[in-house]
């Protein structure tokens, strides 16, 4: 090998691996919206191997059920529900129905590229809706039951690169996504004096089989990844899920109304001259506007 080449980020350690201790998590319950799959799913599974009960919340019985059989391989207590975040009755019934959680992970989001011109209404609500709004009622919840019982808690919540760079092709996304960078910040604020810490966490390009087929033809049309990375690689999903059990750890204690990006520095990536400009509805595939 010549090593006058870059090499990138060295990979990360196995699945399995953790930096904290066994049984960090050990009589506390995580709740995890959106862990039925991909990057929900993996950051339970590093909850659950430290320990943790998990309770995953999604709108997809199969999704829960597939989740649930193989989460419970790591000889952790899993339950489930079903539930549209969206639905603030819903969301209280979760919280009805389970032990209170002691940290809960906002995963659950709706996403899929579309330029502006093309978007409907109905698109634009059912994203921000999803992404934003059924965050804040989860959040609202949680946060509502910590304050009457007097206990601390933790939120994560699961944002964005584009909530401050912008994102051509996922207006509706990324403007939710900005607004969940706000609710970190606002409410980590407010909550901080009752012991409940809120803080973001943004993924990199971290693919898994559970991607959308839309964003999968995207990623497909782009070709090959790792050398767009400022790492050289795409990240692994374990990754995020370290991450999270860290913000959430009592190593982490002091750590609040932060959003940490787990994506090897590629959202500040900067050119001298720039990459060319490719308009998103050639990326996407799509021909001319018409109106």
Not at 147 to 152: E, K, M, N, Q, R
Not at 222 to 244: K, S
Request: with cysteine; net charge negative; charged share 15%.
């Amino acid at each position: 090998m010549d090593d006058t080449l870059p090499r990138g980020l060295p990979l990360p350690p196995p699945l399995g691996a953790s930096a904290l201790p066994p049984g960090t998590y050990d009589g506390t319950l995580v709740l995890v919206t959106g862990g039925g799959t991909g990057l929900g799913k993996a950051i339970a599974a590093e909850f659950a191997r430290l320990g943790a009960d998990l309770l995953l919340v999604s709108r997809g019985t199969e999704h829960l059920r597939t989740a649930r059989a193989e989460l419970a391989g790591l000889g952790t207590r899993v339950t489930t529900a079903v539930c549209d975040v969206r639905d603030a009755e819903r969301v209280a019934e979760v919280f009805d129905g389970s032990p209170l959680p002691g940290v809960l992970v906002n995963n659950a989001a709706a996403n899929f590229p579309v330029p502006a011109e093309d978007m409907t209404p109905n698109a634009w609500r059912a994203v921000v809706d999803i992404t934003l709004t059924g965050t804040f009622l989860m959040t609202r919840e949680f946060g509502r039951r910590h304050l009457a019982a007097g206990t601390p808690g933790s939120i994560i919540d699961v944002g964005a690169s584009y909530a401050w760079t912008g994102g051509p092709g996922y207006a509706h996304s990324a403007a939710a996504k900005a607004g969940v960078r706000n609710l970190v910040e606002t409410l980590a604020v407010e909550w901080g004096p009752y012991g409940i810490q809120v803080n973001g966490l943004v993924p990199g390009l971290m693919p898994h089989g559970d991607m959308t087929a839309d964003i999968r033809g995207a990623l497909d049309r782009a070709g090959t990844h790792d050398a767009r990375q400022p790492a050289l690689r795409v990240g692994a999903p374990r990754e995020l899920g370290w991450a999270a059990t860290f913000l959430a750890s009592p190593y982490a204690r002091f750590i609040t109304g932060h959003t940490l990006v787990v994506d090897g520095a590629n959202w500040q990536r900067w050119g001298i001259v720039g990459a060319p400009v490719l308009a998103d509805r050639d990326q996407l595939g799509l021909g001319p506007f018409t109106g």
